[in-house]
């Protein structure tokens, strides 16, 4: 299998907050799995540095880089770096982001910046530097990681999520128009329910097993198709995205959630 030989993939959050697969880091492995060369960029050098080594460890070849994605001179440098190391950016997957509950009433004016510069400015940044070098190599797919909370509300509050995820699904539009003709693609992928590292460390602050249990139970109730994805799910929506099988393809929101985001399933979950 080699859908993405010869090009070089730059995976922006190719850590994993915690043990197991997180979206960044199953992406930047299926991606290398595909024959490509895999630029993996986190906040975290040895979550970055893990990631390389199982593509590493698989024959593949990785190089890890730390940056703060919302600083402009970290993302510059790292895009520098892959250029320096690789010759060329052909795949930019933009997988950073965070979640903070509450609605316009009770998130504070800090919070809100703070979420916006990692979930939605990260991302801008990023595709500012590696457009440019796209065009000139008349070439380029970019993905950016979003989440159905940007389509429809999900029974919580999460105004600074949601409004974040909204605004990178209407950035990835705008763009992919803009530079349709210069054969550089912009897609997002839209997420549903998963079961990934970043939510096992929301389930673990819950007081008991029984509640535990009853929230992953309560996440695939949820989901039409009966069950939560998983980390791979996106991966391999991405792996498509990237490679020549998807030319045709920009300014979509792929979305992957088992058919939560047209059912009318309950969305809510409380632990009481």
């Not at 595909?34 to 970055?48: H, N, S, T």
């Not at 991302?123 to 008349?138: D, F």
């Not at 498509?240 to 998807?246: D, G, P, R, T």
Request: charge should be negative.
């Amino acid at each position: 299998m080699a859908r993405l030989a010869g090009k070089v993939a730059m995976v922006v959050g190719a850590g994993s907050v915690g043990p197991g697969w997180g979206n960044g880091k199953a992406t930047a492995v299926a991606f290398a799995r595909e024959g490509a060369r895999v630029f993996c960029v986190d906040r975290d050098l040895a979550a970055a540095q893990e990631t390389a080594g199982l593509i590493a460890g698989e024959g593949g070849e990785a190089i890890a880089s730390a940056a703060d994605v919302a600083r402009p001179d970290d993302i510059v440098a790292a895009i520098a770096d892959c250029l320096s190391a690789f010759g060329r950016i052909d795949v930019l997957d933009n997988n950073v982001g965070i979640f903070e509950a509450g609605d316009v009433t009770a998130v504070e004016p800090d919070t809100w910046d703070r979420v916006f510069a990692i979930n939605l400015k990260s991302a801008y940044l990023a595709m500012r530097e590696v457009i440019p070098v796209m065009v000139r190599q008349g070439s380029g797919s970019i993905i950016n990681i979003s989440s159905v909370s940007g389509i429809r509300h999900l029974g919580i509050s999460d105004v600074t999520y949601g409004t974040s995820k909204a605004a990178m699904n209407h950035m990835t539009r705008i763009t992919a128009a803009k530079f349709a003709r210069d054969k550089v693609r912009v897609n997002a992928i839209v997420p549903g329910l998963l079961r990934t590292p970043f939510v096992e460390a929301s389930a673990a602050q819950l007081a008991s097993e029984a509640e535990r249990n009853r929230f992953w139970a309560s996440r695939d109730a949820r989901v039409p198709i009966g069950h939560m994805g998983d980390a791979w799910d996106v991966a391999h929506a991405a792996v498509f995205l990237a490679s020549e099988e998807s030319r045709y393809v920009t300014g979509i929101e792929l979305v992957v959630d088992g058919g939560l985001t047209w059912s009318a399933t309950g969305l809510t979950w409380t632990a009481n």
